[in-house]
């Protein structure tokens, strides 16, 4: 449902083809690319030549396309153009679509289509912190990143959904608070669906006390309270999808001074055993929910075919040992980066082989069958 494939403008640190081939790895079939490349996916031509990219790869790639020109918040994309050249929804991602009048537009092109809107909630005048601002980010004396900031954002995408009846997807969604206004806006028939990243249901800011890196992201880790908030709100369907935000960075970035360096984490090779040890070991989902949030809600969002298993259909599906016990290795990673903070984590629950499109990844192996 979420991920960054820095093609084009950082193919140093994925291509189109090592982040299908990470995908591969992690167990997924088909993923959806964020618009924050350089350019930004905000033109046909963009959109086009990242399917291209992937036309003979296993893995199939949707694009996001931006919803506002090069992700400004000014002016909004040729969003119908880019849907018919293959995007599957429209997000400034990295920054929340900058206002309500802007967002206003895009949610009524997007109707037309019937293609959400997904979105960043993060505002403005509270970004630019290095983490979660809390009791933690006090003692380390970092800059802060109060939940509010994604909690005001969250509200005014689903205040502006009501008003025009258009559909708005919350990414990486982070802070409790936001959890429970997607739950009251679910109840109250406003079209609104959520993902989180495997770090917001395993991780805490606590984290940060190590000052590594590979902890930094955005949205930032947050306390145990929003953690379980995070469970909660995939228990009880209020959270529809679990997305990786699979961000590659270089390690000369990642390596910089802990507010220097850029963020985000790896997530598409480790998301599977995560959520199968975090979620499924500790009975807080089923297996059959777990493949609903990674497979079958996110297609259903950005009204993709869902694949069947049955005589006559194309083979597409994921084999996994839910038993098996493994250990991250970072350095194995199909990814072209390693910025992993899970490395040497002990995980249960692996993809074992993926088949689509008439190719199988099986034993570190891709081939035709
Ligand atoms: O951690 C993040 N990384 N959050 C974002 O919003 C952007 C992403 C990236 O592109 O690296």
């Known amino acids: 449902m979420h991920v960054h494939l820095r093609e084009p403008g ?33 033109s046909a031509e963009v959109v086009r030549f990242i399917k291209e990219k992937a036309a003979k790869h296993l893995v199939d790639v949707y694009p996001v396309a931006a919803a506002t020109l090069a992700r400004k918040g000014e002016a909004i994309s040729p969003m119908l153009e880019l849907y018919e050249a293959g995007a599957v929804g429209f997000s400034d991602d990295g920054v929340a679509i900058k206002s309500a009048g802007i967002l206003r537009n895009v949610l009524e092109y997007s109707k037309m289509i019937d293609a959400p809107v997904i979105e960043h909630c993060e505002d403005e005048s509270l970004a630019g912190g290095a983490m979660n601002e809390s009791f933690t980010s006090t003692i380390l004396g970092l800059p802060g990143i109060p939940n509010v900031a994604e909690d005001l954002i969250v509200i005014r995408d689903i205040m502006m959904a009501e008003f025009t009846d258009g559909r708005v997807h919350i990414a990486h969604i982070s802070s409790k608070n936001a959890v429970d206004l997607v739950r009251q806006a679910k109840k109250k028939g406003i079209k609104v669906t959520a993902e989180v990243a495997p770090h917001h249901f395993t991780l805490t800011d606590d984290m940060l006390k190590t000052f590594d890196t590979n902890y930094k992201m955005n949205p930032p880790l947050r306390t145990r309270d929003d953690v379980d908030a995070m469970i909660e709100g995939l228990k009880d369907g209020t959270i529809d999808c679990i997305a990786s935000d699979h961000a590659p960075h270089s390690i000369e970035e990642k390596e910089m001074e802990f507010i220097y360096a850029p963020n985000g984490i790896l997530g598409l090779e480790t998301q599977i055993g995560l959520a199968i040890s975090e979620l499924v070991k ?3 989902l089923t297996l059959e929910q777990l493949v609903e949030k990674f497979a079958v809600n996110p297609r259903r969002i950005l009204k993709l075919p869902v694949p069947k298993i049955q005589v006559g259909e194309h083979a597409n599906f994921t084999i996994f040992d839910p038993e098996l016990i493994w250990t991250v290795e970072a350095a194995k990673f199909k990814s072209k980066s390693k910025n992993a903070p899970y490395d040497k984590r002990l995980l249960t629950g692996k993809a074992v082989a993926v088949i689509n499109k008439k190719k199988m990844f099986v034993d570190d192996k891709m081939m035709e069958i």
């Open 282 to 284: 500790k009975k807080h």
């Open 10 to 42: 950082r193919e140093d640190e994925e291509t189109v083809e090592t982040g299908c081939n990470a995908a591969a790895a992690g167990g997924f079939t088909g993923v959806a690319c964020m618009p924050n490349t350089n350019p930004d996916i905000d």
